[in-house]
């Protein structure tokens, strides 16, 4: 059976028909205009969530870019200050204007009338390692650990730690029932001491010591031991660099960040102190002769060597170079044998630096990568190809135009005189 063709049926067909052509037409202008393959969730469900991980990966591999980039920058400019570092204790005998340099000067050289201004010039050289260890990133100081915003080493003056605010000087011994002596007495009553280790009161006459974040780095002192030993290797400072950050029963997945904390100990040869041994001929005349000298407190953080070595060669006598005492120039070839192992030490730390930075630096350019992999799917899901959307939209027009003249063959003369206001 044919159906048959209505004045009623060819307009509702006409309308239908332009309307769809109407709806295509406005489409692909919208297309055109935004580059979008779709403007709502509603458009597409599927493709929109698949956009937003995509997009939800893209900012947190940007986050992760941003550290990145900040933490190389935080390690350029500690390798920078490693750098300056490594050259002032430089072993190399040759290398003129480091401090081992002036050390072996002050050592070796048969005329050691120079060793008062040689003492001077190492203290100025432990300034120097400070000034370099205490540079900043931005706000924040580089090597001061999780703590940038204080000053990670700082010369305090040198505490007596005999001291005993509570000493009574008028108390007999129990024992013995005598007054303490004036020796006892001052070493009871002062509160600092020289450089020579003499007791005194005025904290001007005091010598230095140096402190990193508040502790005597050469302590002997359980307690400020155990903050160092925190500091060293307790204390991290932990971003997320793309290398998979996990939680573990509540608790960070070390291997799965990256720890920025810098500690300048632990870049200076260390903390504490150490024993050693050395002799001196007891006799000129006799080769066999020595004398031994053990020493159970010398320092193990290169500056605090550094310096101490000064203060020494600046007791020397100078008209001669002869040292104070017999027992300054044990301790000074001891302090000499220190410095040549914190300083190997040093150099395995400046080493290790430069591998964390060449570290950083690739895994920089694998984040950009990664970036830009997850950007180009972005585009590919989100955004059309404008020469595919602009033909879209002619051949659109031309079904537009070509459903409005349709309309002339389908619309009675009449109905067409009664449209035309004009």
Not at 112 to 129: F, I, M, W, Y
Not at 168 to 184: S, W, Y
Request: hydrophobic share 30%.
């Amino acid at each position: 059976m044919i159906p048959r063709m209505t004045t009623v049926g060819s307009l509702k067909g006409y309308r239908y028909n332009l309307q769809r052509s109407t709806y295509t037409l406005n489409k692909s202008i919208t297309t055109v205009m935004t580059g979008r393959n779709f403007n709502s969730f509603a458009e597409d469900p599927a493709t929109a969530a698949h956009s937003f991980q995509l997009r939800r990966a893209y900012l947190r591999t940007s986050s992760q870019h941003d550290l990145n980039e900040s933490t190389v920058r935080k390690f350029e400019v500690a390798y920078s200050s490693m750098d300056n570092v490594s050259k002032v204790i430089d072993t190399d005998p040759n290398s003129e204007g480091a401090a081992y340099f002036a050390i072996l000067r002050a050592k070796n050289d048969p005329d050691a009338s120079a060793r008062n201004a040689l003492g001077q010039e190492l203290t100025a050289h432990a300034n120097d390692l400070v000034q370099f260890m205490n540079g900043r990133y931005g706000d924040n100081f580089i090597f001061s650990g999780a703590d940038g915003l204080n000053v990670p080493l700082t010369w305090e003056p040198t505490v007596n730690p005999d001291y005993d605010p509570d000493f009574d000087p008028t108390a007999t011994d129990p024992g013995t029932g005598e007054l303490p002596t004036e020796e006892v007495i001052a070493q009871k009553t002062s509160q600092y001491l020289t450089s020579d280790g003499t007791p005194t009161s005025s904290k001007l006459d005091a010598g230095r010591t140096l402190h990193y974040r508040g502790v005597p780095v050469n302590s002997k002192d359980p307690d400020d031991l155990a903050k160092l030993e925190y500091f060293s290797k307790g204390e991290k400072k932990y971003v997320d660099i793309g290398l998979g950050y996990d939680m573990n029963g509540g608790q960070v997945e070390s291997s799965s960040v990256y720890n920025v904390s810098l500690q300048a100990v632990n870049f200076l040869g260390g903390y504490g102190v150490e024993s050693r041994t050395v002799t001196l001929p007891a006799d000129p005349n006799d080769p066999d002769a020595v004398t031994e000298y053990t020493f159970d407190d010398l320092p193990k953080n290169i500056v605090a060597i550094t310096d101490e070595i000064g203060t020494i060669l600046q007791r020397c006598s100078p008209e001669n170079g002869k040292f104070a005492s017999r027992e300054d120039e044990a301790r000074f070839n001891a302090l000499v044998d220190s410095f040549e192992e914190s300083s190997f030490r040093v150099k395995d730390r400046y080493t290790e630096l430069t591998t964390q930075a060449q570290f950083l630096k690739n895994n920089q350019t694998q984040l950009e990568s990664n970036a830009y992999t997850i950007n180009e799917q972005i585009q590919a899901i989100d955004y059309v190809d404008p020469a595919a959307a602009i033909s879209d939209f002619i051949f659109a027009k031309y079904c537009y135009d070509t459903a409005l003249k349709v309309g002339n063959s389908v619309l009675s003369e009449s109905l067409m005189d009664y449209m035309n206001f004009n």
